[in-house]
């Protein structure tokens, strides 16, 4: 049932995160300004933040099964269309569609972890569902560049969908569900208590460091490093593999803790150590800033699936779905608008200040951060 989960969401991480390797056939086929081009590859993330709450409610009503085979049947079908279009107006409907379909997987996939997994070994569960997006990317990443042509990847990506929608039909079977436990809330989580409200609110702050570097680190490294942009690549890609890693590592470190939250804390208050020393030593010109910039891409990445866990475990199985739904939808809204944002204030100020102000939000994170009792 992992398995499946992160397949699920692993196939639609392809397209919505991995459309920005077919930019030059974009542009080349389509005659496309790099702008153009970035409103299109945009347009699977600007779907996926309508409807992810309404996914984790038919997750929360009628299972997950159905949740995650009708989004990816959704979207094999919109990204078959988008493969015969040759407008980019109807080019980024169709993929601002597919993007809204493929989010099924985003709050149905988390459900599947609090269903099937004891608490003792959620955590472990949760970080190897948030490895897909970074797996994603990395199949992205190694196959679209190599394809003929725009529509050959757009099918491509649309057969990958359908392949996972039809094992979810064939083998997934949703956890189990009984009558409410003593104790167990099937009201709104998020009447009486502000605990949901600040996990939300620190991971959207959280996000800003994880995209400040993964965003930037490339560019550091090429433009004030003089590195090779090859070289820098695989770097960065190593890096990504790295945080996958550590998602899972944090995720064993909540089991044994028996807590998402401490952790959760404390690796904020690392995290904003790690990007004050890397801001530091950018500003100063340092060399020590290479290898600090990739430590803190690392353990940005690290402790995503913390939150996650959280939430899924104080809504309860009733909201579990729509408040994943609601967790997803604010972290994607910090992810769309940390690179335009700190962009700005790199070209007036450059890397040292983004970085720090970075910083800076993950210490606010850790203290919004709620505590246990919350």
């Given at each position: 049932?992992?398995?499946?989960?992160?397949?699920?969401?692993?196939?639609?991480?392809?397209f919505?995160?991995?459309?920005?390797?077919?930019?030059?056939?974009?542009?080349?086929?389509?005659?496309?300004?790099?702008?153009?081009?970035?409103?299109?590859?945009?347009?699977?993330?600007?779907?996926?933040?309508?409807t992810?709450?309404?996914?984790?409610?038919?997750?929360?009503?009628?299972?997950?099964?159905?949740?995650?085979?009708?989004?990816?049947?959704?979207?094999?079908?919109?990204?078959?269309?988008?493969?015969?279009?040759?407008t980019?107006?109807?080019?980024?409907?169709?993929?601002?569609?597919?993007?809204?379909?493929?989010?099924?997987?985003?709050?149905?996939?988390?459900?599947?972890?609090?269903?099937?997994?004891?608490?003792?070994?959620?955590?472990?569960?949760?970080?190897?569902?948030?490895?897909?997006?970074?797996?994603?990317v990395?199949?992205?990443?190694?196959?679209?560049?190599?394809?003929?042509?725009?529509?050959?990847?757009?099918?491509?990506?649309?057969?990958i969908?359908?392949?996972?929608?039809?094992?979810?039909?064939?083998?997934?079977?949703?956890?189990?569900?009984?009558?409410?436990k003593?104790?167990?809330?099937?009201?709104?989580?998020?009447?009486?208590?502000?605990?949901?409200?600040?996990?939300?609110?620190?991971?959207?702050?959280?996000?800003?460091?994880?995209?400040a570097?993964?965003?930037?680190?490339l560019?550091?490294?090429?433009?004030?490093r003089?590195?090779?942009?090859?070289?820098a690549g695989?770097?960065?890609?190593?890096?990504?593999?790295?945080?996958?890693?550590?998602?899972?590592?944090?995720?064993?470190w909540?089991?044994?803790?028996?807590?998402?939250?401490?952790?959760?804390?404390?690796?904020?208050?690392?995290?904003?150590?790690?990007?004050?020393?890397?801001?530091?030593?950018?500003?100063?010109?340092?060399?020590?800033?290479?290898?600090?910039?990739?430590v803190?891409?690392?353990?940005?990445?690290?402790?995503n699936?913390?939150?996650?866990t959280?939430?899924?475990?104080?809504?309860?199985?009733?909201?579990?779905?729509r408040?994943?739904?609601?967790?997803?939808?604010?972290?994607?809204?910090?992810?769309?608008?940390?690179?335009?944002?700190?962009?700005a204030?790199?070209?007036?100020?450059?890397f040292?200040?983004?970085?720090?102000?970075?910083?800076?939000?993950a210490?606010?994170?850790?203290?919004?951060?709620?505590?246990?009792a919350?």
């Amino acid at each position: 049932m992992l398995s499946l989960g992160v397949a699920a969401q692993g196939a639609g991480c392809v397209f919505m995160f991995g459309l920005p390797f077919l930019i030059p056939l974009l542009r080349d086929r389509l005659d496309l300004t790099l702008a153009q081009a970035g409103v299109i590859v945009g347009a699977p993330s600007a779907g996926m933040l309508l409807t992810l709450i309404a996914w984790g409610w038919l997750a929360d009503r009628y299972g997950e099964r159905l949740a995650m085979a009708l989004g990816l049947g959704l979207a094999t079908v919109f990204l078959v269309c988008a493969a015969f279009t040759t407008t980019p107006g109807p080019l980024a409907v169709l993929l601002a569609l597919a993007g809204a379909s493929g989010a099924s997987a985003n709050a149905a996939s988390g459900r599947v972890v609090l269903g099937w997994f004891p608490a003792e070994r959620r955590g472990v569960a949760m970080g190897w569902r948030q490895t897909a997006q970074p797996i994603g990317v990395a199949v992205a990443g190694a196959v679209l560049p190599s394809m003929g042509g725009l529509r050959e990847a757009l099918l491509l990506m649309a057969g990958i969908c359908l392949v996972t929608g039809i094992a979810v039909v064939s083998m997934m079977v949703d956890p189990p569900r009984g009558p409410a436990k003593p104790g167990e809330r099937t009201d709104s989580p998020y009447k009486g208590s502000t605990g949901l409200w600040r996990i939300h609110v620190a991971s959207m702050l959280l996000v800003v460091p994880q995209f400040a570097t993964a965003t930037f680190a490339l560019t550091y490294l090429v433009a004030e490093r003089q590195w090779n942009p090859a070289t820098a690549g695989q770097l960065v890609a190593v890096a990504q593999f790295a945080g996958a890693g550590g998602r899972l590592l944090c995720g064993r470190w909540s089991d044994w803790a028996r807590s998402r939250l401490r952790p959760m804390r404390r690796l904020a208050v690392l995290n904003a150590s790690v990007m004050v020393l890397l801001a530091v030593a950018v500003h100063m010109g340092s060399a020590v800033g290479t290898p600090l910039l990739i430590v803190a891409l690392v353990i940005s990445m690290s402790g995503n699936g913390l939150a996650f866990t959280a939430v899924s475990e104080m809504a309860g199985p009733a909201w579990a779905g729509r408040a994943l739904g609601g967790q997803n939808t604010v972290q994607n809204i910090a992810a769309a608008t940390t690179p335009a944002v700190l962009g700005a204030l790199i070209t007036h100020t450059g890397f040292g200040a983004a970085f720090g102000l970075a910083g800076a939000l993950a210490l606010v994170a850790a203290f919004a951060t709620p505590s246990d009792a919350t």
